[in-house]
């Protein structure tokens, strides 16, 4: 199969990577990115870009002309439009899980898988579709250990993920997984 | 060993001004002292290198395999 899917000449094929991932967790028991806004459900999640085009792709109006509508519009047909080669949207997950311990807030690790439109590195990937596979509420310098009625609330909010109160036992359920075929 | 770094009880109004500036110099050189002597643990909190994916691989569309429902075959019951 060649030309990607619809012709988008994005190579095609059929699985899906596995990283690790930090989120806040909100007081009514939902996850968050750590420095973006939104919410992360269990049933799938998608990726919206909130980047810009560069200046020499699309200018800003001219102080004249002012024409910002005709430019956020411009904009969004870009966002709409273009690849993560050429910005770096997407849900981002690692290889190494104890490395998005060190965050500033209290945050929850897990596991994600992604799918869609994905960039894979030699350090995790980032992709425009994902699903929550296991989650860790293990204490760790940047979060208290969560009260019981709290983890109860996580799972209620996110039925089918497996949950862990052991870094180790999840990563060893769970391990990162970056090596996908790719379609003859 | 307490790691608590007392405030001097004489801040606050009085006929004698307390330099807050040198008073707070004074702590921070405490905690800097008992920190190199490891009495004191400072966590390290920082952010991640977010979108740090590291050198880029590959660019690719992927459609994730579903794992097929099995329904279990029904117990014998026994005659």
């Known amino acids: 199969m060649s030309g990607g899917e619809f012709g988008t000449g994005i190579p095609f094929a059929v699985g899906s990577v596995r990283g690790f991932r930090g989120w806040k967790v909100t007081t009514d028991g939902w996850l968050e990115p750590l420095s973006q806004s939104g919410r992360w459900f269990a049933d799938g999640n998608e990726a919206i870009c909130h980047g810009s085009p560069s200046q020499d792709q699309l200018p800003y109006p001219k102080e004249e002309d002012r024409d910002w509508t005709r430019y956020y519009a411009q904009r969004d047909a870009w966002r709409a439009r273009h690849d993560m080669t050429e910005c770096p949207h997407g849900f981002y997950a690692y290889t190494t899980a104890e490395e998005q311990y060190r965050t500033s807030v209290p945050a929850i690790l897990g596991v994600i898988e992604g799918f869609g439109e994905v960039t894979i590195g030699t350090k995790g990937f980032r992709a425009m579709k994902a699903r929550i596979l296991a989650l860790c509420v293990e204490p760790h310098q940047a979060m208290w250990r969560l009260e019981p009625f709290f983890v109860d609330l996580l799972k209620a909010h996110y039925p089918g993920v497996a949950f862990f109160d052991s870094l180790v036992a999840m990563r060893a359920e769970f391990p990162a997984e970056l090596s996908v075929g790719t379609s003859s | ?79």
Do not use: C, N, Q, Y
């Not at chain 2, 807050?20 to 004191?40: H, Q, S």
């Not at chain 2, 579903?66 to 029904?74: F, L, R």
């Open chain 2, 1 to 79: 060993m307490s790691d608590f770094v007392g405030v001097p009880a004489r801040l606050g109004p009085s006929d004698d001004p307390v330099p807050v500036g040198a008073v707070l110099a004074g702590l921070f050189a405490e905690l800097d002292r008992r920190v190199a002597a490891g009495l004191v643990s400072v966590p390290l909190f920082e952010w991640p290198e977010m979108g740090d994916i590291g050198e880029p691989l590959k660019h690719i569309e992927l459609e994730p395999l579903e794992v097929p429902v099995t329904v279990p075959a029904p117990e014998k019951v026994p005659a």
